[in-house]
């Protein structure tokens, strides 16, 4: 049996919710390196590198000949706004359903908890919130695009 990227989902979630710093699966010809940010092996220990995440994405794409949309390139972040990352790995919606407009947009006002958007894991949805009152100044993913742990999803500005 196959590991499924279903399947390799479902294992980076319960990595990002365990107390492990550092996980090494071989599967097969399926390999997965990954660990948590701060984590430094031992002294001695022959315990292997991690692997950057987009290595691990591209890497994880070319075994299983599925394409990976590639991560969006960070544009310059300006002083003062405030980043909304990513609390799983997931595929990004940026609305409810396909038929309705998106949570927010560049420019759109938001308070403290306001929904940004979804994030989707094995058919589970994880809302987006934001940490602050302000203004949406960037918007970093596109609907539909995988995303990591921690990476940075909305810039906004806050309310003074």
């Given at each position: 049996m196959d590991l499924t990227d279903d399947d390799v989902l479902e294992i980076l979630k319960l990595f990002e919710q365990s107390?492990?710093?550092?996980?090494?699966?071989?599967?097969?010809?399926?390999?997965?390196?990954?660990?948590?940010p701060g984590y430094g092996p031992p002294a001695?220990?022959?315990?292997?590198?991690?692997?950057?995440?987009?290595?691990?994405t591209a890497d994880a794409a070319s075994k299983s000949g599925s394409e990976v949309a590639p991560?969006?390139?960070?544009?310059?972040?300006?002083a003062g706004l405030i980043p909304?990352?990513?609390?799983?790995?997931?595929?990004?919606?940026?609305?409810?359903?396909p038929n309705d407009p998106p949570f927010v947009e560049i420019g759109s006002r938001v308070a403290v908890d306001a929904t940004l958007g979804l994030?989707?894991?094995?058919?589970?949805?994880?809302?987006?919130?934001?940490?602050?009152a302000g203004?949406?100044?960037?918007?970093?993913?596109?609907?539909?695009?995988?995303?990591?742990?921690g990476q940075p999803l909305f810039f906004i500005r806050p309310e003074a």
């Amino acid at each position: 049996m196959d590991l499924t990227d279903d399947d390799v989902l479902e294992i980076l979630k319960l990595f990002e919710q365990s107390k492990f710093d550092f996980l090494h699966l071989e599967h097969g010809d399926r390999k997965i390196t990954i660990s948590k940010p701060g984590y430094g092996p031992p002294a001695g220990s022959a315990a292997a590198p991690a692997i950057p995440s987009q290595a691990r994405t591209a890497d994880a794409a070319s075994k299983s000949g599925s394409e990976v949309a590639p991560k969006p390139i960070p544009t310059p972040i300006e002083a003062g706004l405030i980043p909304i990352t990513s609390p799983i790995v997931g595929k990004f919606y940026a609305a409810p359903s396909p038929n309705d407009p998106p949570f927010v947009e560049i420019g759109s006002r938001v308070a403290v908890d306001a929904t940004l958007g979804l994030i989707e894991v094995m058919k589970v949805f994880t809302s987006i919130k934001s940490t602050v009152a302000g203004t949406v100044e960037q918007i970093l993913v596109t609907n539909g695009a995988s995303v990591e742990y921690g990476q940075p999803l909305f810039f906004i500005r806050p309310e003074a």
